[in-house]
């Protein structure tokens, strides 16, 4: 059986790693830098990268009208840190023009937990996914301040100086403070492969 057709976002950040992790768990992942092959996808991940710039080659490429469309008509999405700020509907600490996807009901503060240098690794539970907490990798990471209704916590960071939201899902919005791409644990995408095979 086909695996669903799953695009990341190819402007820049973690393209390769998304898709090589989404591959891993059956689904038919593709880079998507055009509105054409935006229209081919039944769901999309927005990688890791630099949010700013995201926001900028967005609108150089004509994805911003396309991509908002789609997530009004339901695509599932998930956003992994820059993705997870161009899903917020507010940004603390963005550049004033920066516009994201305003997607889910929450608040992000951006490089919350600091700068490249403050990058760490911690366990994190989610909910909904069985094996044990993630090894979360943090890289100048985005945190959630406060969500609104409809939005579901999946998962925080406890212990240490912080206890924060960094794991929520808005129906078929998904989106992580933290790298999964980046440790080889496929659950995560696994997840968000079910996701949109039951969204299809």
């Known amino acids: 059986m086909r695996g669903p057709v799953i ?4 402007l820049q950040g973690d393209v390769r790693e998304h898709v090589a992790a989404l591959a ?3 689904a038919d992942a593709r880079p998507v830098r055009r509105p054409t092959e935006l229209d081919a996808v039944d769901g999309l991940v927005i990688p890791g990268g630099e949010s700013t710039t995201m926001s900028r080659l967005v609108d150089v490429f004509g994805l911003r009208g396309p991509i908002d469309k789609r997530i009004a ?6 956003g992994s840190c820059a993705g997870m700020i161009m899903l917020a509907a507010e940004v603390l600490d963005g550049r004033p023009d920066q516009r994201g996807f305003a997607g889910i009901a929450m608040t992000v503060r951006r490089n919350a937990f600091g700068r490249q240098v403050d990058s760490f690794e911690a366990p994190v539970g989610i909910t909904g996914v069985d094996g044990g907490p993630f ?8 945190w959630v301040e ?9 998962g925080r960071v406890t212990g240490g100086p912080v206890d924060r ?4 899902r808005q ?9 999964p791409e980046l440790t080889g644990d496929l659950r995560l995408h696994r997840y968000f492969a079910d996701l949109v095979g039951a969204a299809g």
Not at 7 to 10: I, S
Not at 171 to 179: D, R
């Open 24 to 26: 891993g768990v059956g």
């Open 171 to 179: 129906g078929n919005l998904l989106a992580t403070s933290f790298h």
């Open 73 to 78: 008509d339901g695509m599932p999405v998930y």
């Open 7 to 10: 695009g990341v976002l190819a």
């Open 146 to 154: 406060r969500v609104g209704a409809g939005v579901e916590v999946l």
């Open 165 to 168: 939201i960094v794991a929520v």
């Open 135 to 142: 090894h979360a990798v943090f890289i100048r990471a985005p």
